[in-house]
């Protein structure tokens, strides 16, 4: 008697997109994180020097790794997207941060899925997805009611500086998916280039504006490995992955997760609770950024020639 051994299946699209996107969305679940160690752990009125060590350590690491140096228009392409998406955008983030309370921060930074979207039409030439803008919006508001309480403030150069944060790291995010990753690079060396030129943008103005912390604990020391390792190189490395292999809008929408860790965070570690209205933009926020990752088929309509050339033709009349 012999047996004849089944050969295994091959894992199917969908399930191999799944698993791109789920280790995609570590990236701003991760970053999701970032306020609660910046306040927890680190000196504090540094925040541009958190943004350097989280940057610029982090690249030169991932340089030692890939041992891979950008060559030709990839000089400048490395520099522009680490100036977008690491050098200009910490820097809004915190002056946004500060400026202006968590809540409103976040529900700016929400707005970049919005923003991408039409970017896409503009710099891609993509047909506007309006099922993934019109989720975006939905993610706006419920991260809106997360996050958003009644002692909200509106300061004008917050605002200006969070709606430009959304801006830059969105056409970096653009930009990044346009020219792609080169031949022969890995995705640690693809963004070890842009956390190294973001860091060396970030170098100066650090030393410049605030030097380096008086006093660094062993806390501070774990924070800034942390944003370092975890919130940089490995986040880094799974979201420039994930773009160039996913759509860009739908990865876009991932980046809800950030504010939503952040808010699970506080009521896990800093005494907070959530009210009715706020879990309904939690789920609201989650649904908006699981339907975004859908691609519903577009409806093939049949022109009317066709449809009565393929109905069945009546039966001849019977003669009597």
Not at 19 to 48: K, N, S
Not at 200 to 211: F, S, Y
Not at 243 to 263: E, K, N, Y
Request: proline share 8%; glycine share 14%; net charge positive.
């Amino acid at each position: 008697m012999t047996t004849t051994a089944i050969p295994a299946s091959p894992p199917t699209a969908a399930g191999s997109q799944f698993g791109v996107t789920a280790a995609t969305a570590f990236a701003p679940a991760v970053w999701g994180t970032t306020y609660l160690v910046t306040t927890a752990m680190l000196p504090a009125d540094h925040p541009m020097f958190a943004a350097l060590m989280r940057a610029l350590p982090a690249g030169l690491l991932a340089l030692l790794i890939s041992r891979r140096l950008p060559h030709g228009s990839w000089w400048w392409k490395a520099f522009i997207l680490g100036t977008l998406n690491i050098g200009v955008f910490f820097p809004l983030l915190f002056i946004t941060a500060e400026r202006l309370p968590g809540g409103v921060a976040a529900t700016l930074g929400a707005t970049q899925p919005i923003l991408v979207a039409f970017l896409a039409v503009l710099v891609l030439g993509e047909r506007l997805s309006r099922w993934r803008l019109a989720w975006g919006v939905v993610g706006v508001i419920g991260v809106g009611m997360v996050v958003l309480g009644p002692g909200a403030g509106f300061d004008p150069v917050g605002l200006i500086a969070g709606v430009a944060g959304a801006a830059s790291m969105g056409t970096g995010v653009i930009l990044t998916k346009r020219w792609g990753r080169p031949p022969g690079l890995s995705a640690i060396g693809f963004a070890g280039w842009q956390l190294g030129a973001g860091g060396l943008v970030l170098l100066i103005p650090t030393l410049l504006l605030e030097g380096v912390p008086v006093h660094i604990d062993g806390l501070g020391l774990a924070g800034y490995l942390w944003l370092g390792i975890v919130g940089g190189l490995l986040a880094y490395t799974l979201w420039f992955r994930g773009l160039g292999r996913l759509p860009v809008t739908a990865t876009a929408l991932l980046g809800l997760l950030s504010p939503l860790v952040a808010a699970g965070l506080g009521v896990a570690f800093a005494g907070e609770t959530l009210n009715l209205i706020q879990l309904l933009g939690f789920t609201l926020a989650l649904a908006a950024l699981a339907c975004g990752q859908l691609s519903p088929r577009p409806r093939v309509r049949v022109p009317a020639s066709e449809s009565s050339a393929s109905a069945p033709s009546p039966p001849p009349p019977r003669r009597h």
